[in-house]
């Protein structure tokens, strides 16, 4: 490893415990650890996720830096995410990355998750690490040029990101209130569907019709988006169709009207994509861009996927998705994220405290 940069990166942001290696750039490890406790709750205890990372944190660590075939003391440097996202969650990996870095005596390099996202559009897969990861192979994964206008959808962020080069990025729209995914899962919960929902609705909306229940679409200025109108108005459609019909739950109204899941499903997923890219369209229009991208979990919908290749299409715009596996939360983002701030000599200190709310 004599001359060679070794980033080891720890992701904790949320509710997945993850790490990862880069080495000169190309991704040798991604491990992640998801936690399943929150499936039984229906959405993420802030409690529970910094428990399961603290028993998460060390094996993780462990298996990334084996699987890349590293040992500690040849690390260059630690990257973590320093926020936005659940503090007690965050809290876990930033320790751990202090302490670390401390007994080994390198330095720190703190990223943003938001920017590691981002920075998804630039992970590079070594050769070993497309061997072991099936998903990857006979996949061309396109890096984006500066500039381009990312959509970054998740959980717990949706925005609009104009991204100038590896680490200079604004946000020039974002939501007012309810992330895209947070509309996903707390609908789906609304019907009755596991946590988290977004995948679910992915498949039930497969088979309904997008226009049988239209759904109140919001009117926000500017670049900026509102997504808790339509989580009410998926919520009074419903209860106004169980006081017609006089039921109870969401089972005995499914019991009656048929094709009831998979319609909402599809209608709710119309009006957010509709909404999302109207945004986006806006945005890249009015920036005179040309390439569009979008990164975040719900970047793993697949009419939002299509949407934005039609949109590509249509607009004359390169269109930029990165693969499935770094789009939800991961490690190799923030190594790739790191990397480039590590070149930048952009250290971060040792007393450097974890941050809960949006920043970039
Ligand atoms: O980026 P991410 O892994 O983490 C957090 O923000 O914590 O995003 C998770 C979000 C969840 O809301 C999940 O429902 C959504 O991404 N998601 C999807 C799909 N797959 C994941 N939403 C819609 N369609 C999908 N196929």
């Keep these: 490893m004599e001359g060679k940069t070794v980033i080891l990166a720890i992701e904790s942001s949320c509710d997945d415990t993850?790490?990862?290696?880069?080495?000169?750039?190309?991704?040798?490890?991604?491990?992640?650890?998801?936690?399943?406790?929150?499936?039984?709750?229906?959405?993420?205890?802030?409690?529970?996720?910094?428990?399961?990372?603290?028993?998460?944190?060390?094996?993780?660590?462990?298996?990334?830096?084996?699987?890349?075939?590293?040992?500690?003391?040849?690390?260059?440097?630690?990257?973590?995410?320093?926020?936005?996202?659940?503090?007690?969650?965050?809290?876990?990996?930033?320790?751990?990355?202090?302490?670390?870095?401390?007994?080994?005596?390198?330095?720190?390099?703190?990223?943003?998750?938001?920017?590691?996202?981002?920075?998804?559009?630039?992970?590079?897969?070594?050769?070993?690490?497309?061997?072991?990861t099936p998903s990857l192979q006979g996949v061309d994964i396109k890096h984006p040029h500066f500039p381009f206008m990312c959509l970054l959808v998740s959980g717990g962020n949706s925005q609009l990101v104009r991204v100038e080069d590896y680490n200079k990025m604004t946000i020039v729209g974002q939501t007012i209130d309810d992330a895209a995914g947070e509309a996903f899962d707390k609908c789906a919960k609304v019907l009755g569907l596991p946590y988290p929902g977004g995948p679910w609705i992915d498949r039930l909306a497969k088979q309904g019709n997008p226009d049988k229940y239209p759904l109140a679409k919001p009117h926000i200025q500017g670049y900026d988006y509102s997504f808790s109108g339509l989580k009410t108005s998926f919520l009074y459609t419903l209860r106004d169709m169980m006081r017609e019909r006089g039921v109870l739950t969401i089972d005995e109204l499914a019991s009656q009207v048929p094709q009831l899941k998979e319609d909402m499903c599809a209608s709710l997923q119309t009006t957010i994509i509709d909404t999302l890219l109207s945004k986006l369209k806006k945005a890249t229009r009015d920036m005179h861009l040309t390439r569009i991208a979008v990164a975040g979990g719900v970047s793993a919908n697949s009419a939002l996927r299509q949407a934005m290749i039609d949109l590509g299409k249509k607009q004359q715009w390169e269109v930029f998705i990165p693969p499935f596996s770094f789009t939800t939360d991961n490690a190799a983002m923030i190594a790739q994220a790191g990397y480039y701030k590590y070149l930048a000599g952009d250290f971060c200190p040792i007393d450097a405290a974890p941050y809960a709310k949006t920043r970039l």
């Design 18 to 132: 993850s790490a990862a290696v880069i080495i000169d750039g190309e991704l040798m490890s991604n491990v992640i650890a998801s936690q399943k406790v929150h499936e039984e709750y229906g959405g993420v205890v802030p409690e529970l996720a910094s428990r399961a990372h603290q028993q998460n944190i060390v094996p993780v660590v462990d298996t990334a830096l084996r699987r890349a075939g590293v040992d500690s003391n040849q690390l260059s440097a630690i990257a973590f995410t320093r926020g936005p996202g659940l503090l007690g969650s965050l809290l876990v990996g930033t320790s751990f990355a202090k302490g670390l870095a401390l007994a080994k005596n390198i330095p720190l390099v703190e990223v943003n998750h938001l920017q590691g996202h981002v920075m998804a559009h630039f992970v590079h897969p070594s050769e070993q690490y497309v061997s072991q």
